[in-house]
């Protein structure tokens, strides 16, 4: 393997195409090559946005999870869009830590508190780093599903959430038949069927 880093890019320009919610930056750039030498200038196009937290939330004792409903635009065009079910999530756009932050949007999201010490880190991955900076902390909290449901969100966000749960079987088996088609709640669920009986022994269960 390759000990290739950042010092081994080096970059020819950089300039911001587009800046709104999210931002556009073009670059022109080289890097070295496997074989030796540099490769040519190349121009890349990339989205630049702010890390980001998910959350999946498990009822130990109840072997269930909750889910959230909401409308994406990128998924219109897909079969199974655009509304999405997912995990609770927002950006890092403040001076909280991650698990702070994670913790504020399961009470916004869900209406579920949970302390942030009580998350638990499944992984941190970059979403598409073909074309996006984008990074993604995901935990898994505990909840009580049983005290859960309803709409949810920031009006103000144009948010409209809708909360649901159901028993971890069935969230597996819907990942298998390809209801749930987004990247983090796949990675997630795959997770939580690893690591299930491990969360039931240390919440008590």
Not at 32 to 48: C, D, I, Q, T, Y
Not at 64 to 84: D, S, Y
Not at 182 to 197: D, E, G, H, K
Request: glycine content about 8%.
């Amino acid at each position: 393997m390759a000990n290739f880093a950042l010092d081994d890019v080096e970059l020819l320009e950089e300039r911001v195409a587009y800046k709104g919610f999210y931002q556009l930056k073009q670059y022109q750039l080289r890097h070295r090559l496997f074989a030796g030498g540099w490769s040519k200038p190349l121009n890349r196009e990339l989205v630049w946005r702010i890390p980001a937290v998910a959350v999946l939330l498990y009822d130990a004792q109840a072997d269930a999870v909750v889910f959230i409903e909401q409308f994406r635009v990128g998924a219109m065009q897909h079969p199974h869009g655009p509304w999405q079910m997912e995990m609770v999530a927002g950006l890092i756009d403040t001076h909280e830590s991650p698990e702070q932050v994670a913790a504020r949007e399961c009470q916004e999201e869900a209406g579920v508190q949970i302390a942030p010490q009580a998350l638990r880190k499944v992984c941190e991955y970059l979403v598409s780093p073909g074309g996006s900076n984008e990074t993604l902390t995901i935990y898994c909290g505990p909840v009580d599903a049983a005290q859960v449901g309803g709409i949810h969100g920031l009006p103000g966000e144009g948010e409209d959430i809708r909360v649901l749960s159901m028993p971890r079987e069935q969230a597996w088996q819907w990942l298998q038949d390809g209801k749930i088609t987004n990247a983090a709640t796949i990675i997630a669920v795959q997770w939580l069927q690893l690591n299930y009986q491990q969360l039931q022994a240390d919440w008590g269960v």
